[in-house]
């Protein structure tokens, strides 16, 4: 059974920063597409980061330069290091496939203040 814990959110002023993880189990880890989603409240979840297997990544435009997607293969792990955090990042942080087919974890609560 495929399961995907993620952890590190936290409450930040703007300008800070967080570290994500996401433990996936279950899964072929290493061969997969992975991204990280987050979903505001009364917002649609948004793709915001994706890396491939082999390391390329890939970023929506409000977080380029601010955020870093990366992957730890031999540890199943997935990480997204936040920089220069906004209000508008806050939301619920969740990991998936680039495709989101997996069952979705908990996702970790990420909310930044002026």
């Known amino acids: 059974q495929v399961q995907l814990v993620e952890s590190g959110g936290g409450l930040v002023q703007a300008g800070g920063s967080l570290r994500l993880s996401c433990v996936a189990s279950?899964?072929?880890?290493?061969?997969?597409?992975m991204g990280w989603y987050r979903q505001a409240p009364g917002k649609q979840r948004e793709l915001v980061a994706t890396?491939?297997?082999?390391?390329?990544?890939n970023y929506v435009d409000s977080v380029k330069g601010r955020f870093t997607i990366s992957r730890d293969n031999t540890k199943n792990t997935l990480y997204l290091q936040m920089n220069s955090l906004k209000p508008e990042d806050t939301a619920v942080y969740l990991c998936?496939?680039?495709?989101?087919?997996?069952?979705w974890g908990q996702g970790t609560q990420v909310t930044v203040s002026t």
């Open positions: 279950g899964m072929f880890f290493g061969i997969t597409f």
């Open positions: 998936n496939t680039r495709t989101g087919v997996l069952q």
């Open positions: 890396i491939s297997s082999g390391g390329s990544t």
